[in-house]
């Protein structure tokens, strides 16, 4: 089963450009976190969001979390070629088991 | 420090035949998972182990699939007999882990991908 819900599916956009991905899930949670999958490098963890906090940054990448709303964003600031991939939520309920949402595919074109 | 490895990468079998998939965590990594990726979703939890534990093993088709972590370690995750929907990627992955309190990024194996026939 899958918790998480991303959306859109799919994204296109030019290189320069802001990329902002939505995710919704339905339990509570203990933490939120996002990865980033290419056929290159396989699933790679980008951030991890707690549940006590709001917003967080990392680079390019800036997380928020709204636990009454159930739903995270993700945003990729001035987007790169490189940063063409499927992203995924996932969360964390409290006992370590991370469950999956179906992703976003992003494609950055130069 | 070496990743998260597995193997094979890459497996085609007859159906009806049993395959077994290795990985071998992060050493220190007490959280290990088993993933199943079709094409176009996100990643579904097959079983994790804290230590040699398994903990979670609720969606875990219990008629043909079964895994082992012996001392806690690496880990054989095992399909028998296979079917044509098992076609897949399988995933490892291991984690610091966070017992009760949560728990922390997940580092991921480049994947077996099978295929049967």
């Known amino acids: 089963s899958q918790q998480g819900e991303e959306d859109p599916q799919a994204l296109s956009i030019q290189e320069g450009e802001n990329a902002t991905m939505n995710c919704s899930y339905k339990t509570s949670i203990n933490n939120l976190q996002w990865y980033r999958q290419n056929s290159g490098r396989g699933l790679v963890h980008l951030i991890l969001?707690?549940?006590?906090?709001r917003e967080k940054h990392s680079g390019r990448l800036r997380v928020t979390l709204d636990t009454s709303k159930k739903s995270s964003s993700l945003l990729i600031t001035a987007s790169r070629a490189a940063d063409t991939a499927s992203y995924f939520c996932a969360t964390d309920g409290g006992y370590s088991t991370l469950t999956f949402g179906k992703g976003t595919m992003l494609l950055v074109s130069p | 420090e070496a990743g998260v490895v597995q193997s094979p990468r890459y497996k085609i079998i007859e159906k009806k035949q049993p395959v077994a998939f290795w990985c071998n965590p992060i050493?220190?990594?007490?959280?290990l998972y088993w993933y199943l990726q079709n094409l176009g979703q996100g990643p579904e939890l097959l079983i994790r182990y804290e230590n040699e534990e398994a903990v979670d093993d609720s969606q875990l088709p219990k008629d043909r699939f079964s895994a082992e972590r012996l001392k806690g370690v690496d880990s054989t995750l095992k399909i028998q007999p296979a079917e044509l929907g098992d076609s897949a990627v399988y995933l490892c992955a291991s984690s610091l882990g966070g017992a009760q309190g949560g728990g922390t990024e997940a580092f991921f194996g480049q994947g077996t991908r099978l295929t049967v026939v």
């Open positions: 050493s220190g990594h007490n959280t």
């Open positions: 969001i707690r549940s006590n906090e």
